[in-house]
């Protein structure tokens, strides 16, 4: 009987967090407050409204490009140059 009333409410809190993880689900101010650095337009719900031009040049990085560039420089201290 627990367990079943477990799993339940596993399944439960699965689905409601799940909803909330949907697009559309900010609203403006909470966007806006996620991008203050963000100095341009800005559609009605409050996404950036990012250029043409800079939507044209992401379509030909690659993932792997992309990757790299939240990996920090061969010149700041990580895991591998700290011996671990």
Do not use: H
């Amino acid at each position: 009987m627990f367990s079943s009333r477990l799993n339940f409410a596993t399944a439960l809190l699965s689905v409601a967090t799940a909803a909330f993880a949907q697009p559309g689900v900010l609203t403006r101010e909470l966007l806006i407050r996620y991008t203050p650095d963000w100095k341009g337009e800005r559609f009605p719900d409050g996404r950036p409204k990012v250029p043409d031009g800079i939507l044209q040049r992401m379509k030909s990085v690659t993932w792997r490009r992309r990757g790299r560039s939240c990996v920090p420089p061969a010149s700041t201290t990580s895991t591998r140059t700290a011996g671990w």
